[in-house]
């Protein structure tokens, strides 16, 4: 009985297009305290390896598909039940094979993948055969058991008993195998850099029934990247001319004519690279080729960033991008890993809208790990206030409200969770995911956008909406755009949030580490009602729009829920047949119809008063900057407010 090993799930953010990706050196998740992130940064322990400088020519070298890890591939208990084998290997092909002809293999480099036990990541597969075989067909054969060590998301560098040599006319497959031990899922390292190379990514799974089978291989290299293995290579022939273009980061966005440029990541697969050819093809255009010259040499295994200019004047929503790295030293190039496909909008800059993502962020006082997203979401605001509007979703505490919890049953299953525009989900909840999606997607525009926003409350307690918004395009809308609004209040409390940072057993999280376990907080950002619910208001936009034209709505909802003088409105488009937020816009409302105190100085019957700075913490004696002040009056009075201190 053989199994074919599926992507039953990937713990990945959604929505991220392959290869316009994040800056490099961000794809390595930090440490979570959430079984349902991969934590992990690989660390290196190795056996016996040769290092190199730029200035002299390596005894070895370490061979590998892989870039670093960035996620993983599950595997769990239907596909693999205890007891099957799973086999991880990788491919060096016949015409690969023959620019390292004579060298041997000296060490297999495994970075071990992981099972859950609590909420910690364990690596239970110590116990591996590592095999060869010379092609897909043949059977596997052990050359050698080996142990591993019991941490997770490691690399090991297993050397071997007897050192394979790379025969220069025949492909070599080389990784190791393991019976499963446990009962459930299992997760396989990859680098989520999707590639053309098959060989990259080579995963199976043998059931226990069987008779000797031969194992059926399955790729996820075009989807997933390569799987986290690789090998170390020692002798005397080395490629000369070859280098693997990894990465490549560049706008999603560009405007017909005009010049944008593109960053790839590439890595040395020779003894030295000085140049490389690029190879561009953008849309139905003709290729073009480039040459950069690196700053200085780059030794086999070493990465560098390159960076091309480029222009697109084919206009249409989608313009599909190619890049292949051709030569090297300006000779062919030898490596694999040399092509990489995206795509990008080239529309008028006259018919798109700036675009403002709306980052929706589950959240209670109760969550001892729900300080990170009060850190993630203050950062969001204070770094890139004109590119997103944050909406912290309160549940089971003080701050919740029954049109927001029923948001909140639709959005979350886990807290602290968070979600950009409904398809972007922020599995770490950190500032980095926040600048990585900047980073990618603050000069994408959207095709529909807002004319004006408009609020204003009445003596009766009522909101009334007003709301302009226009689209870029001809669109047959049959009701798949709909407008939703929110009711968002700043300087709630203060309350009592839990804390699992205290003591900072568990690193560093933007000040909370040194706080106690129970942190008097004021809260921002926090959904007092949701008006239209998670779809939005039916009908609220033409059944056609019509580009250039400007559509009205106005809507009423009540504000009893809000606590203060001021709050923020945000309106959104939503997209139901996606799911998506297209596009949002916030302005500040007058409230009008809440009783409390209008000024912060000079005011009579002061009873108390506390600062808080912009983390919602207490501050005893405050200095110059930003503070939120909350005064109590001897009517019972309470204003919450933000100030200068100067």
Not at 21 to 28: C, D, E, I, W, Y
Request: glycine share 8%.
């Amino acid at each position: 009985m053989i199994r074919k090993l599926l992507p039953v799930a990937l713990a990945v953010m959604t929505a991220i297009p392959a290869f316009s990706a994040f800056p490099f050196g961000s794809k390595v998740p930090k440490s979570d305290n959430r079984v349902s992130v991969f934590p992990g940064k690989v660390e290196k322990k190795e056996t016996n390896r040769a290092l190199m400088t730029r200035s002299e020519a390596p005894e070895s070298v370490n061979f590998s598909y892989s870039g670093p890890v960035a996620t993983a591939l599950t595997l769990n208990a239907q596909v693999a039940p205890v007891g099957d084998t799973v086999y991880i290997a990788f491919e060096i092909p016949a015409k690969l094979a023959a620019l390292y002809a004579g060298d041997e293999i000296t060490h297999l480099n495994v970075t071990t993948g992981a099972y859950i036990s609590g909420q910690k990541y364990i690596n239970a597969v110590r116990n591996i055969k590592i095999f060869t075989a010379e092609t897909k067909e043949d059977t596997p054969t052990c050359i050698q058991d080996a142990e591993l060590g019991g941490d997770a998301w490691t690399e090991y560098s297993v050397e071997l008993d007897n050192p394979v040599r790379i025969e220069g006319d025949k492909p070599l497959i080389i990784g190791y195998c393991f019976a499963v031990p446990y009962n459930q899922t299992y997760y396989i390292p990859i680098d989520m850099i999707p590639c053309d190379v098959p060989e990259s990514s080579m995963v199976g799974v043998q059931g226990t029934n069987a008779e000797e089978p031969p194992v059926v291989w399955t790729s996820f290299a075009d989807q997933y990247g390569a799987t986290c293995l690789g090998c170390t290579i020692k002798g005397d022939n080395y490629p000369q001319s070859a280098a693997a273009l990894f990465d490549m980061f560049g706008p999603l966005y560009a405007a017909p004519g005009k010049e944008f440029k593109y960053q790839f990541l590439i890595q040395g697969k020779c003894v030295s690279t000085e140049t490389v050819e690029i190879l561009s093809t953008i849309g139905k255009g003709e290729p073009i080729a480039q040459v950069v010259t690196l700053p200085k040499p780059l030794p086999y295994g070493e990465f560098e960033v390159i960076e091309i200019p480029l222009t697109c004047d084919e206009i249409d929503f989608t313009v599909g991008l190619k890049f292949e790295l051709t030569k090297v030293n300006g000779q062919e190039n030898t490596s694999e890993r040399t092509v990489l496909y995206g795509e990008i909008e080239c529309l008028p800059e006259d018919k798109v809208f700036p675009r403002v993502s709306l980052i929706e962020e589950g959240t209670g006082t109760w969550c001892g790990w729900c300080p990170r997203g009060i850190v993630m979401m203050e950062y969001a605001s204070e770094e890139y206030p004109d590119l997103f509007a944050c909406v912290a979703l309160h549940s089971s505490d003080q701050m919740s409200t029954s049109t927001v919890s029923a948001i909140c049953s639709r959005l979350f299953k886990n807290y602290p969770s968070a979600v950009i525009n409904r398809t972007t989900s922020l599995s770490e909840m950190s500032t980095d995911e926040i600048a990585q999606f900047a980073a990618v997607y603050g000069t994408l525009p959207a095709l529909m956008g807002f004319d004006s926003l408009e609020g204003v409350v009445n003596s009766d307690g009522n909101l009334n909406v007003d709301v302009v918004v226009k689209s870029g395009y001809d669109m047959d809308n049959k009701n798949r755009y709909r407008l939703a609004f929110y009711l968002v209040q700043n300087g709630m409390g203060p309350y009592k949030q839990t804390n699992n940072y205290a003591g900072g057993r568990q690193g560093e999280m933007g000040g909370w580490e040194k706080k106690g376990s129970s942190v008097e907080t004021i809260y921002n950002d926090v959904a007092r009602y949701i008006a239209g619910g998670f779809t939005g208001f039916d009908n609220s936009l033409p059944v056609t729009l019509k580009g250039g034209e400007a559509y009205s709505y106005s809507v009423s909802m009540p504000v009893g829920s809000v606590t203060a003088d001021e709050f923020n409105l945000i309106a959104f488009i939503v997209d139901n047949q996606t799911g998506e937020i297209v596009n949002a816009k916030s302005v500040s409302v007058e409230n009008t119809y809440y009783s409390g105190v209008s000024e912060i100085e000079g005011d009579s019957g002061l009873v108390a008063r506390k600062f808080y700075n912009i983390s919602g913490v207490e501050v005893k004696e405050p200095s110059n900057g930003i503070y939120i002040v909350r005064s109590v009056y001897s009517d019972g009075t309470v204003k919450t407010a933000k100030t200068v201190v100067k």
